[in-house]
């Protein structure tokens, strides 16, 4: 690391000409400012919650008037998120250019207000896929090609590329998996080559991990913590700080014990205790102190860090005086995280009507076989029919759309939600007894819901659906353009099949109003239901673009309908009982 004669710090970067070239520090000077890397890595098990902390340590550099942006390392071979199952891996999430990515980037976005993209998101199979096409395309000179000079080079091209696009003056980066995975190493290589060609000044490596505590003992171990952070050290990274999660806060005694074994200073040993909301995070973090040494190590000459906006934004997770029971209808329930951005999008609707929320997981097969398993229906106050593929379950959500409209109750259906809302609307108020979407019944005598047409001679599943950001038009006047206040609006999209328009005039006769179109008319984007208190669907996924900061109109409205769903209720219990 150099400075100019202006004092203003350059990058010196390290070459390498591959493995076995002894001419390898050769340093190549530029005059642009460094943009400063922080590596966030994890150990003793995933699941810990680096998702979260990353945004958090993120959100709280942005309130501290720096340009940051995340990105997340994914070790496995998938090119991307799209062909995983949710169940196993969680929520594929879009970007508004069409990046099928993984969930954490959806976290990064809510946290940090703003849009990625689908290049915050790395594979091992993104990165294996451009060396060989570079292989292939004779770019190596000949070389053989290898992990260490040419994946973990990729790996860092990718990094920088994503700095200089952005600007950023801090880029976070996430590593999934954790410490000691095979598939993960080359990447924990190329961040610990990053700290010798950027600098030290540049770098910063960051290590979460647990401290379990045993019933029976009640005291945090700090075993699983020493034992992964030798794990780091053995593979060439020394943390510069640590942050231990946990279910209470950490104890002194178990922060000095982490430091001393760790060498890790006492003040970077931060707790990140269990809380109300994953909003209170960062004022946790900042609490803790964790600016402090990142910014020192970092040389970087922030502001003070404003948390005021976000302190209030955060209490309206935590501070309510009723709850409201929202119905969740799907296909993965046995995963949350296979629905994560549904249940932030619900939770921001909420605390923007001033209530709680509790989400009720209904898996969609309990209704099929036994339609008096709906009854189980009647104590929430709303229903959600969310996203998912395939046959398995979808006459249990198209039973429950009925209900939905049968009994008054509120309905929110998105993507295949409203696309099975519009199937059980067929079949039950239009008499169209066999309607289906050719998705699940491809011979069916009624496709009210057919593939896209642009669809129908894709062969490959991956990257291969209508993704991303697309303009809607909402006509007027209409339900949809009292929710939003303005005619064009923007959703993401993840889907093959569509309304077959050739049925909607016959849905429109009998009280089905669909309001917003998109791609000069030829998509459905939003249906609503004339004389039902709230039952409407869109073929995007509104709940992409819920913020905190900035709930989603659409769920905000339903939260709203849902509220006084349940006020009626109370009504009604006080009439009965008097």
């Not at 946790?284 to 003070?304: M, N, Q």
């Not at 009626?568 to 219990?573: A, F, I, N, S, V």
């Amino acid at each position: 690391m150099t400075s100019d004669s202006s004092g203003e710090e350059t990058r010196g970067r390290i070459t390498s000409a591959g493995a076995g070239n002894k001419k390898v520090n050769i340093h190549l000077h530029d005059r642009s400012p460094v943009p400063k890397y922080i590596f966030v890595t994890g150990g003793v098990m995933s699941g810990l919650g680096k998702g979260i902390t990353t945004s958090s340590l993120a959100k709280l550099l942005q309130l501290s008037g720096l340009k940051v942006t995340c990105m997340k390392v994914d070790p496995y071979l998938n090119f991307d998120a799209g062909t995983m199952n949710p169940i196993a891996h969680g929520e594929v999430f879009v970007t508004d250019d069409g990046g099928e990515t993984d969930m954490d980037i959806g976290t990064y976005e809510r946290f940090l207000n703003k849009d990625l993209a689908k290049e915050n998101n790395i594979t091992t199979g993104q990165v294996y896929r451009k060396v060989i096409e570079d292989e292939r395309k004779g770019k190596y000179l000949g070389k053989c090609v290898q992990i260490i000079p040419h994946v973990t080079d990729e790996i860092k091209r990718r990094i920088r590329e994503e700095a200089g696009k952005t600007n950023a003056q801090v880029v976070v980066v996430e590593c999934g998996g954790t410490v000691g995975d095979i598939e993960s190493q080359p990447f924990i290589e190329a961040f610990r080559q990053m700290r010798l060609e950027d600098g030290i000044r540049s770098t910063y490596f960051i290590h979460v991990t647990l401290a379990p505590q045993i019933d029976a003992v009640g005291e945090m171990k700090t075993k699983p913590t020493q034992h992964s952070v030798q794990e780091l050290r053995r593979i060439g990274i020394q943390p510069d700080l640590i942050i231990v999660r946990g279910n209470k806060a950490l104890p002194r005694e178990a922060r000095e014990k982490i430091a001393l074994f760790t060498s890790v200073p006492m003040d970077s040993v931060i707790s990140n205790p269990d809380v109300g909301t994953i909003y209170q995070v960062p004022q946790v973090l900042h609490d803790e102190g964790i600016l402090r040494p990142v910014t020192a190590h970092l040389g970087i000459k922030a502001k003070k860090t404003d948390l005021t906006g976000w302190k209030r934004v955060a209490s309206r997770f935590t501070e309510f005086e009723r709850t409201v029971t929202i119905g969740l209808v799907g296909k993965y329930v046995t995963l949350t995280d296979s629905y994560v951005s549904v249940n932030q999008a619900l939770h921001h609707a909420a605390a923007a009507n001033n209530v709680g929320v509790a989400i009720r997981w209904i898996e969609s097969e309990e209704f099929e076989g036994d339609t008096s398993r709906l009854k189980m229906l009647e104590s929430v106050d709303g229903i959600v029919l969310p996203q998912g593929y395939g046959k398995r379950g979808t006459e249990g959500k198209i039973a429950a759309a009925n209900y939905a409209r049968e009994n008054g109750v509120p309905m929110l259906g998105l993507c295949f939600g409203f696309q099975l809302s519009i199937v059980s609307f067929a079949r039950n108020v239009l008499g169209l007894k066999s309607a289906n979407s050719t998705e699940i019944d491809p011979q069916t005598s009624d496709p009210v819901i057919d593939l896209l047409p642009e669809q129908r001679k894709v062969s490959d599943l991956g990257g291969t659906m209508r993704l991303g950001g697309h303009d809607i038009s909402i006509l007027k006047p209409s339900l949809a353009f009292e929710i939003y206040g303005r005619k064009t609006i923007r959703g993401r999209h993840r889907h093959r099949f569509e309304l077959n328009q050739s049925y909607a005039q016959r849905f429109e006769d009998s009280g089905m109003h669909f309001s917003a179109f998109s791609d000069g008319g030829r998509r459905a984007e939003i249906l609503e239901l004339k004389g039902h208190p709230f039952y409407m669907g869109t073929q995007f996924h509104p709940e992409y673009l819920s913020r905190p900061e900035v709930p989603e109109p659409i769920f905000v409205a339903f939260m709203k309908a849902a509220l006084a769903n349940a006020e009626r209720g109370d009504k009604e219990k006080i009439r009965v009982t008097a």
